[in-house]
C-alpha cells in the first residue's frame, strides 16, 4: 500500500468539546471537528490563520495552551476546547475625530488608561497564535511610539486570545489596531504605493493624450 494511501487510514483519538473522535493523521483541528461535523463549528474559520475566529484552548496533559485551531494538528490524547467569539470592545473612538496629531497620546491614555498598568506577565505573549510581541507593541503604544508599535501588530489577526490574557483587561489587540490605524490617518503613504500611484497615473495620460491624437 502507497505510503498517502495508508496515511488515509490512520486516525488518531483526541476530545474536541468534550466529545471523543478519532481523526486523520495530518489535519487541521478545524478540519477534524468539521468531518466530525461537531455542532456549532461547521463553517468556522478561514483555514488560512487570518480571521482568527476558531480560537481554541488547548490541553496536552497539564499543559493548557491556546491557539487557532486551522493551525493546530491533531495528536493523540489531546483535549480541545473551541471558545466563543470574542465580546464587544470596551475602548471606543472614531479615528476621523482626530484632527491633528498633537493630542495624540492624551487620547490614547483616555481610551487606553490600562496601557500604563502593564505587570509584564507575559500572558499576552504566551497566548498569541501569531508569535507577536505583544508587550513589547504594549509597552512602545503607552511611550508613544506608535508607528514602531504598529509594526510589531502587523501580523496581528484581532483573535483576541491576548486580551483574555491580560489580567488588566488591556486589550492589546485592540492597542495595536489603535497604532495602525493612527499611523496611516497621520502619515503618508508609503514610498513604494507613491510611486506606483504615479506610474498608473503616467500612464493613464499618456493613454488620454494617444486617443486624443487619433481623434
Known amino acids: 500500500m502507497a505510503a498517502d494511501q495508508k496515511g488515509d487510514h490512520e486516525r488518531v483519538p483526541l476530545t474536541i468539546n468534550g466529545q471523543a473522535i478519532d481523526a486523520k493523521v495530518g489535519v487541521t483541528l478545524v478540519e477534524a471537528a468539521w468531518d466530525a461535523r461537531l455542532p456549532g463549528i461547521t463553517g468556522v474559520g478561514c483555514l488560512e490563520g487570518v480571521c482568527g475566529s476558531c480560537r481554541v484552548m488547548l490541553r496536552r496533559g497539564k499543559e493548557i495552551t ?13 483535549e480541545v476546547i473551541f471558545l466563543p467569539p470574542s465580546s464587544a470592545p470596551r475602548h471606543h473612538y ?33 497566548s498569541c497564535p ?18 514602531e508599535a ?12 491576548c486580551d483574555g490574557a491580560c489580567p488588566e483587561l488591556i486589550a492589546p489587540a485592540h492597542v495595536g489596531l489603535f497604532c495602525r490605524r493612527v499611523t496611516a490617518h497621520f502619515h503618508l503613504r508609503p514610498p513604494n504605493l507613491v510611486t506606483r500611484l504615479e506610474e498608473l497615473r503616467r500612464k493613464r495620460l499618456a493613454g488620454s493624450k494617444g486617443e486624443s491624437e487619433r481623434e
Open 130 to 147: 501569531k508569535k507577536i510581541a505583544v508587550e513589547d507593541g504594549v509597552a512602545l503604544a503607552a511611550a508613544g511610539r506608535y508607528r
Open 66 to 78: 491556546l491557539g487557532l485551531a486551522c493551525q493546530t494538528f491533531v495528536e493523540t490524547g489531546l
Open 94 to 126: 472614531s479615528i476621523s475625530d482626530f484632527r491633528d496629531s498633537w493630542d495624540i497620546h492624551a487620547r490614547f491614555h483616555a481610551i487606553f488608561p490600562e496601557a500604563s498598568r502593564c505587570r509584564h506577565c507575559h500572558g499576552c505573549v504566551t
Open 150 to 161: 504598529g509594526e510589531v501588530f502587523l501580523e496581528c489577526v484581532m483573535c483576541e486570545l
